[in-house]
């Protein structure tokens, strides 16, 4: 399975680009952006970066798994063009991108951009003021970029306007060469600690999960040639609507898995507002194939919309919609069942990864199928490693850790003690394990268990906050909830349920409770419902476990 080439992100895109220049491959609001054109613009953003005196100082090999020698940029944006050809463009420059949480406040803002180390910073507009706020305590980011958004905004002092560098002109001193070695930088979302950056190796990403072994289970590319063979004959065919944030790895992956088919993605016009029938509206009309969720908190509101014309499609015609992606975030099987009813010929796709492991698992839900909740079909390289990392399961063996080898990361921005628990060696093979317990079934599926640092230990018996969260989300009445653990003198620490119920529906505890009663052990059931009337999560749809925490230690309190 492995590569004769040592693929890196620029020259992936490129190679798309100069195989099918004239296809598109982004429609947002007015702009019609082909290949070629977006690959020109993206070198004039690398152009401008080698320019500024950014690159790589010190190669790979040089270097541990924890450490970086290349500059790093933030890409401090919502959905757009802009987000894809700073990225492309920093890799083509050899300069390192990672995503920033546009919601991040101040504090949270300024650790990110200190931790990063970060030179310079692509940023939109709107989030000006906040860029303005933490500069004098951020001596390194000396290269600002500022894309114009219609906030109204001015131009920062020492920043320059994103649209004027993507004409750049190449610097007398000539454009370095990308390598396979250069790193993708992910940070972690952050709901259960400080945000991570994890170090990749782009070759290793786009292998794990951007297109370098095509899904579900096509021959790995081993050549740019490939690559080229396989954009011309799918050229114009794959389609994504891309709702989840690009800061988000997922959403970045299914843009990759797009590009490396020549296909094309189409963005909704407001990046600020979720608007479930403009977002509908734009599948309809572009006769989108496949639409990426994270979890409920993207796929109920569309649901309720379609819903609005009764349990038909009249009010869209959705004859072009052949799969819905779900990942980061469970899908409740009371909002699959409600899809698969509206759309009776959609096939709903349930993938598991994360930052650190990239695609691991994947589950395929259609009409009239039965499938097994949180159980999934993992890929060759996924398995699950005993509770003490000693060795590696058998099908049939339970418990253990979620784990993947091969085309794994290379460790954590300057941490080599978590890099070094993260991604051990067991019997001569480097895995990656960030956390997650699974049980090995004798049928060779995985059932996914949860995040160990989400769990609750009450009276003396390990809850997983997932399994109460499906549980509780059967419930017709929750619109969404977040499962947390809070301090209690007689179990512990109990389980409560952070419920935002829909519009004009509620629920009695002892309600609640019945319902989850059908689909997990009385011991489960959690000891709390607190009402919300807005169940707080990341902008990727994940459920923020520090937030639910403050909630329900702050509902004990009252």
């Known amino acids: 399975m492995g ?28 702009r019609r952006l082909s290949y ?51 990225m492309i463009g920093a890799h083509r420059a050899r300069v390192a991108p990672f995503n920033v949480n546009y919601r991040y406040v101040e504090e949270e803002l300024l650790y990110l951009l200190a931790d990063s180390g970060a030179r310079a910073l692509v940023y939109a507009a709107e989030f000006a003021p906040q860029v303005q706020a933490i500069l004098g305590r951020l001596p390194n980011l ?7 958004d219609g906030s109204g905004n001015e131009l920062l002092p020492d920043a320059v306007d994103y649209e004027s560098i993507t004409a750049t002109t190449e610097p007398a001193s000539g454009m370095p060469n990308p390598s396979g070695d250069d790193l993708y930088i992910l940070y972690t979302g952050g709901t259960t600690g400080m945000p991570k950056g994890v170090l990749w190796r782009q070759h290793d990403i786009f292998m794990s999960a951007m297109g370098g072994r095509p899904f579900p289970a096509g021959e790995a590319l081993t050549s740019y040639e490939d690559l080229a063979t396989q954009v011309r004959a ?13 800061m988000h790895g997922a959403a970045q992956w299914g843009a990759f898995n797009t590009i490396t088919t020549g296909g094309w993605i189409a963005i909704p016009d407001d990046v600020v ?16 194939l496949s639409i990426p969720v994270v979890g409920d908190a993207m796929a109920r509101p569309l649901v309720d919309q379609i819903e609005k014309g009764g349990l038909t499609t009249t009010n869209y015609d959705l004859s072009g919609l052949l799969a819905m992606t779900n990942g980061g975030a469970p899908l409740s099987p009371t909002v699959r069942d409600r899809l698969l009813t509206l759309l009776p010929n959609l096939m709903i796709l349930d993938a598991v990864g994360a930052s650190e492991s990239g695609a691991q698992m994947t589950m395929v839900a259609t009409k009239g199928a039965q499938t097994r909740a949180a159980t999934f079909t993992p890929l060759a390289d996924t398995t699950v490693v005993a509770a ?14 979620l784990a993947r080898r091969e085309f794994v990361p290379l460790g954590y921005l300057g941490d080599a003690e978590k890099t070094a628990r993260t991604f051990p060696t067991i019997d001569g093979v480097r895995w990656s394990i960030p956390g997650d317990k699974a049980n090995y079934l004798a049928d060779g599926q995985i059932e996914l268990l949860g995040r160990d640092s989400v769990t609750i230990n009450s009276g003396g018996e390990k809850i997983f906050a997932e399994e109460v969260e499906r549980a509780v989300a059967s419930h017709p009445a929750v619109y969404d909830v977040v499962v947390t653990g809070r301090p209690s003198e007689r ?51 994940k459920a923020d476990y520090r937030w639910a925490k403050s909630i329900a230690i702050g509902a004990a309190a009252k």
């Open 388 to 401: 003490d990392f000693s060795r590696v399961l058998s099908p049939g063996d339970g418990e253990g850790w």
């Open 36 to 86: 070629a054109e977006m690959d020109a613009r993206i070198d004039g953003v690398a152009r401008y970066l080698v320019a500024q005196g950014l690159g790589c100082h010190t190669e790979r090999d040089q270097l541990a798994g924890h450490q970086s020698g290349q500059d790093h940029i933030g890409l401090y944006l919502r959905n757009g063009n802009e987000y894809l050809e700073a």
């Open 491 to 541: 179990w512990g620490n109990e389980v409560v349920a952070i419920i935002e119920f829909a519009e004009n529906r509620s629920a009695t505890d002892e309600e609640l409770a019945a319902t989850c009663r059908a689909h997990i052990a009385d011991y489960k059931i959690p000891k709390a419902f607190v009402r919300t009337a807005k169940v707080v999560r990341s902008p990727a749809g």
């Open 273 to 288: 507002r979720f608007d479930a029938d403009a977002i509908l509206r734009l599948a309809e009309r572009e006769r989108v």
């Open 3 to 30: 590569s004769s080439v040592s693929f890196d992100l620029s020259t992936v895109f490129r190679t798309a680009a100069e195989t099918v220049p004239d296809k598109r491959v982004m429609i947002w609001r007015d």
């Open 142 to 148: 000396t290269v600002l970029v500022q894309v114009a």
């Open 234 to 246: 799918n050229a114009g065919i794959r389609s994504l609507l891309l709702i989840p944030p690009l």
